[in-house]
């Protein structure tokens, strides 16, 4: 029973995920990128050397935008679901992989409640939902840190075969996302070894065949990349989106300190719970089991590393997270339950309980009129029952395991059905409805005019060209004025006219078709 139950936990993960995955528009920030590049590149015959609105896009590996591009040619559009699932089934080949590698040391219960933390780990849920490659590159670091431990454990002595499978893991995963892909597992194996006193036997791992694999993976790529794109594009790709960022970051700088304030939201709800255990066990000097070891490893490694990078975000962090949720369950399962381990999974719970009044409270601000939402409110409703039964289950239970599998049920349950809300919230989440509704009041313009579409300040609205068809037009308030939007489409901010009250005045006069916080107004 408990071992089928660990069986049909990712159909079940599935189901509950399919509204978030299935019914959301794109985001502007990046989703909505992603295809602009992939519509560019199919428009160009291009595969290796990328293009963003005309101008080179070298801040990413192929592999992602080849996925995204599958997608366009095989399902004629960008189809959310099927791109959510190179997020999803990444997500569940790593809670598979750490099951696993747990199976001979933790019981079933242990790991069933360790893969529903991982889950609903604050951003992990998160990128398993959303459209980004950071968690298809985690599969890939996951499995070669698994495969370097089977030929650890194998005596050292790995052969040829699970050699290069180790290597061709690492390539897929610099392949996806960049350097990290290689750079994490081999820090990790690298202080491993030098932490276990055997760092000479790093070539046992680390030997011709991986070089080989990894070396000649890279020759194939940047040899493509200079042929279609050239020694700009090239160097672009090798040096300005890597050292660069590394030494002297252009975007997201962050002091060296960053991660050890970031990974306690992003390890939420269970950070207390985690990273206490962890504290807990590294300040009593208890003896880690050898799994224990390298997965504290791991975790130190890559916070170490990244620390020293100047371009830092909190999803740098996500190799990551699996050790910690899986690290702190070990000692957990060894740890007898006492007030201050049942104050870290209450904590937290909290806010679960809080989530039903403060839906109520909030609802009454007209700007947030969609909590009023009956499926907002059951989710809101779901996650304030959990809370309460996870504070009983906590304080009544012999053990947390009770606690912290209901805690994270009533969250996953509760996405799915607040998931159901999510097309009558796609109007502030993407522009698909905005451009939608542009299109249908270009469509009332006299018959054989040509349309343009033009934007005041939007957020990243070249990307609209996905929706439109064809590329917008950034103007200035003074343009509008001047009558430079003349017969065309405008779309903006709803919020942001109150700072132009000019221009405020004078759309007043036009038909303005409000689409959540946006308007679409024929001029």
């Known amino acids: 029973m408990q071992k089928n139950r660990l069986r049909a936990l990712p159909l079940l993960l599935f189901a509950l995920l399919l509204p978030a995955m299935a019914l959301r528009d794109f985001t502007p920030s990046n989703e909505l990128r992603y295809l602009s590049i992939a519509d560019e590149a199919l428009a160009d015959g291009n595969f290796f050397a990328f293009t963003n609105q005309g101008e080179p896009y070298a801040d990413k590996p192929p592999l992602y935008l080849w996925i995204v591009m599958a997608g366009r040619v095989l399902l004629g559009g960008g189809c959310m679901w099927f791109l959510a699932l190179f997020s999803f089934v990444p997500a569940l080949v790593i809670l598979r992989t750490l099951d696993r590698w747990t199976a001979p040391r933790l019981d079933e219960p242990t790991r069933f409640s360790g893969t529903l933390m991982l889950m609903s780990c604050g951003l992990f849920l998160g990128l398993a939902v959303f459209l980004r490659m950071d968690m298809l590159m985690c599969m890939f670091i996951t499995l070669a840190l698994h495969t370097f431990w089977q030929m650890y454990r194998s005596g050292g002595h790995p052969g040829r075969s699970r050699q290069a499978l180790f290597a061709a893991y690492v390539f897929l995963a610099l392949f996806t996302k960049g350097p990290v892909g290689v750079l994490v597992p081999l820090v990790a194996t690298a202080a491993f070894l030098a932490a276990k006193r055997q760092l000479r036997t790093i070539g046992r791992y680390w030997g011709w065949t991986a070089w080989g694999v990894l070396l000649g993976g890279c020759a194939l790529w940047f040899s493509a990349v200079w042929l279609e794109g050239g020694a700009e594009y090239l160097d672009n790709l090798l040096f300005h989106q890597t050292l660069d960022r590394a030494v002297d970051a252009f975007h997201h700088k962050e002091p060296f300190y960053y991660y050890f304030i970031s990974m306690w939201w992003s390890l939420a709800p269970w950070s207390l719970?985690?990273?206490?255990?962890?504290?807990?066990?590294?300040?009593?000097?208890?003896?880690?089991?050898?799994?224990?070891?390298?997965?504290?490893?791991?975790?130190?490694?890559?916070?170490?590393?990244?620390?020293l990078f100047s371009s830092k975000l909190a999803v740098y962090l996500a190799p990551a997270f699996p050790f910690f949720i899986y690290l702190g369950i070990s000692l957990l399962a060894r740890t007898r339950k006492n007030g201050w381990l049942a104050a870290a999974v209450m904590l937290p719970t909290l806010v679960w309980c809080a989530a039903l009044p403060?839906?109520?409270?909030?609802?009454?601000?007209?700007?947030?009129?969609?909590?009023?939402?009956?499926?907002?409110?059951?989710?809101?409703?779901?996650?304030?029952?959990?809370?309460?039964?996870?504070?009983?289950?906590?304080?009544?239970?012999?053990?947390?395991?009770?606690?912290?599998?209901?805690?994270?049920?009533?969250?996953?349950?509760?996405?799915?059905?607040?998931?159901?809300?999510?097309?009558?919230?796609?109007?502030?989440?993407?522009?698909g409805p905005l451009c939608r509704e542009a299109q249908a009041a270009a469509a009332q313009l006299p018959a054989g005019s040509a349309c343009e579409y033009f934007v005041w300040r939007m957020h990243r609205p070249e990307s609209m060209d996905v929706y439109l068809g064809r590329d917008v037009t950034e103007v200035s308030a003074e343009e509008i004025l001047a009558g430079r939007c003349a017969g065309g489409i405008l779309m903006l901010p709803a919020r942001k006219l109150h700072d132009a009250p000019e221009l405020e005045r004078f759309l007043a006069e036009r038909e303005c078709r409000p689409v959540g916080e946006h308007l679409a107004v024929r001029l």
Not at 273 to 280: D, F, Y
Not at 282 to 307: D, N, P, Y
Not at 362 to 387: C, H, M, Q, V, Y
């Open 273 to 307: 719970l985690v990273i206490g255990v962890i504290a807990a066990a590294l300040i009593r000097r208890e003896r880690l089991e050898e799994h224990e070891q390298f997965f504290l490893t791991v975790i130190l490694s890559t916070i170490g590393m990244l620390s």
């Open 358 to 431: 403060a839906a109520a409270v909030l609802s009454g601000r007209e700007e947030l009129a969609f909590l009023r939402d009956g499926r907002l409110i059951a989710a809101a409703a779901i996650l304030t029952l959990s809370g309460c039964a996870t504070l009983w289950l906590a304080i009544r239970r012999p053990t947390l395991h009770g606690a912290i599998d209901t805690l994270a049920g009533g969250l996953l349950l509760s996405l799915f059905v607040g998931g159901f809300a999510l097309p009558r919230l796609n109007d502030r989440i993407g522009y």
